[in-house]
Nanobody, 120 residues
Framework: QVQLVESGGGLVQAGGSLRLSCAAS????????MGWLRQAPGKERELVAA??????FYAVSVKGRFTISRDNAKNTVYLQMHNLKPEDTAVYYC???????????????WGRGTQVTVSS
């Protein structure tokens, strides 16, 4: 099992910035891919950013505004979010798995989530 603990969510005005962090523990060898997935009320969940062994992924909705990075020594992944919009409001979940394609599934490891609220 991999344990994932998110931090860094909160309330921010439109145009502002936030940085989310996710610390992994346990079977961290099973975290070849890590990413951030969000779920807003009434909307489908969306994988917004992910890092694999030699690749990265960004959803079109966040490309150019969000940056994902990873500190392997600390088993921590970050999501730097700039120019936030009200439509970015959601619960953001850290996810981990063997490959990026596995992250948006129930077989991936999930954190408990952190709320990001962007006011207009």
């Amino acid at each position: 099992q991999v344990q994932l603990v998110e931090s860094g969510g909160g309330l921010v005005q439109a145009g502002g910035s936030l940085r989310l962090s996710c610390a992994a523990s346990g079977r961290t060898f099973a975290t070849a891919a890590m990413g951030w997935l969000r779920q807003a009320p009434g909307k489908e969940r969306e994988l917004v950013a992910a890092l694999g062994k030699d690749e990265s992924f960004y959803a079109v909705s966040v490309k150019g505004r969000f940056t994902i990075s990873r500190d392997n020594a600390k088993n921590t992944v970050y999501l730097q979010m700039h120019n936030l919009k009200p439509e970015d409001t959601a619960v953001y979940y850290c996810v981990a798995g063997p490959a990026i394609v596995t992250l948006d599934s129930n077989s991936a490891s999930w954190g408990r989530g952190t709320q990001v609220t962007v006011s207009s």
